[in-house]
């Protein structure tokens, strides 16, 4: 038998990867396949942002950096918190990581006891209960469904607080839905944070990627008392289009900031210094690509819903951020034997929701063409309606 630690031992691979592993195969094959599996803009990072990169690599940035990260990449982010999201943090309040991922697991790492209790909604983004596992806490899981909007109120919240109450996770916009919160409801949500002193990591990830509105609340910016529980994460993945890059950051209080990086320390030291280059760029420079980016990915979600509507049996949550429609096939039959079906029988690739904790889900991703999204939905449509005649 294997010996792995306890905690560890029981952690479930990435859902995501067998659908993107099979897609792949079929692809390598010869298939056309249409892929709506993507976590990741489809966009190549701006082209200012590599040539910042490569400027670094000529002038030798290539060495260690403090661990935390450089400081002018630092005073760059207590800027961009300052200026978009009305956030006070000093360049000793955050921490930049190998990526949003490492950032959340830094901060779950150091905040979670054994036992401790971390409250999230289901539909959740698939790591969360994983890197609870992995520090001894226990993921307490809030339903929320389509009738609610996919959100939790501060009823809700309330009835899954306990004792062992640690933290709450936030996502807005959220993967899988692409639902977001409005400032209103992340005010009566942070008023129970405050009033059971419950630590909150906002995980603000997919922030410029918003379509019907200009206005993104950050939770911390609700009042001294919250910003006081509040670890704010962000990256440059999603909005630059810089996935591979992995430069993600958190910002929170002094003290458990310090710890954070002590324990950064001993990990992974410093992201590459070449990569907080060129997020720096990123950060620094016009913002111009990213609103271009939107535009795209907002074209690309109207088109999507508007096929989507022609297709009967299923329904979703009309996504206000992300690059993901959260689809309801629970009228089509099993969702997660209909996604493997879908890639066998018309080579169309979506993520079964069931890693979401969504089962009667499937979640496409509009990270891809008009054209493509035009293909892949009419495969489906046509699909289903053969599915429904060889069951009469
Ligand atoms: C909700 C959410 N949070 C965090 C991340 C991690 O992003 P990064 O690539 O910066 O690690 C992702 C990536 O898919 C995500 O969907």
């Known amino acids: 038998m294997l010996q792995v630690n306890r905690r560890i031992k029981d952690i479930v691979g990435s859902t995501t990867l067998a659908i993107t592993a099979r897609a792949k195969e079929l692809q390598a094959q010869g298939h056309d396949v249409v892929n709506f599996a993507a976590g990741e803009p489809d966009f190549d990072t701006p082209d200012f942002i ?30 961009k918190f300052q200026k978009d999201n009305g956030l006070a943090y000093k360049t ?13 697991f830094n901060i779950i790492q150091v905040l979670v006891d054994d036992g401790d209790e971390v409250v999230f909604q289901a539909p959740y983004w698939v790591s969360y209960p994983e890197m609870v596992r992995a520090a001894g806490g226990k993921s307490v899981v809030i339903p929320t469904d389509a009738s609610s909007g ?37 005010a009566g949500i942070a008023a129970v944070c405050v009033q059971h002193n419950i630590y909150v990591i906002s995980d603000e990830i997919y922030e410029k990627l918003i379509y019907d509105t200009d206005v993104f609340t950050s939770i911390a910016s609700l009042g001294k008392d919250i910003f006081d529980l ?32 002590k324990y ?28 271009q980016m939107c ?3 907002k074209k690309r979600r109207d088109l999507m819903l508007r096929c989507l509507d022609g297709v009967p049996r299923l329904s979703y949550i009309r996504p206000q951020g992300a690059f993901y429609v959260f689809c309801d096939f629970s009228k089509a039959g099993d969702a997660a034997s209909i996604a493997r079906q879908m890639l066998d029988d018309i080579k169309v690739a979506g993520i079964p929701g069931d890693g979401f904790g969504a089962p009667d889900y499937i979640r496409f991703s ?7 999204i035009q293909e892949g939905i009419s495969r489906v449509a046509k699909w289903i309606a053969n599915q429904a005649q060889l069951k009469v």
């Not at 997020?279 to 620094?284: G, S, T, Y």
């Not at 990270?367 to 493509?372: L, Q």
Request: proline share 5%.
């Open 92 to 104: 000793n309040q955050i921490v930049v990581s190998c990526g949003a991922k490492h950032s959340l």
């Open 150 to 186: 996919f959100k939790i109120t501060p009823e809700l919240l309330k009835r899954h607080i306990t004792p062992k109450t640690k933290i709450l996770i936030i996502n807005s916009p959220s993967n899988p839905t692409g639902v977001m919160y409005q400032k209103e409801e992340l």
């Open 50 to 79: 590599k040539q910042a990169a490569i400027r670094a690599i000529d002038k030798g940035e290539t060495k260690y950096t403090p661990s935390i990260g450089t400081v002018d990449l630092r005073e760059a982010i207590a800027a």
């Open 366 to 372: 509009f990270a891809t063409s008009e054209a493509r």
């Open 264 to 291: 950064q320390d001993h990990s992974t030291s410093n992201p590459a210094s070449i990569s907080q280059a060129a997020a720096l760029e990123a950060l620094k420079a016009s913002q111009e690509s990213i609103n």
């Open 295 to 297: 535009q795209t990915f």
């Open 230 to 261: 509040t670890l704010t994460v962000n990256g440059v993945s999603k909005a630059y289009a810089m996935t591979g890059w992995r430069i993600g950051y958190a910002a929170g209080p002094a003290g458990i900031m310090e710890v954070i990086k």
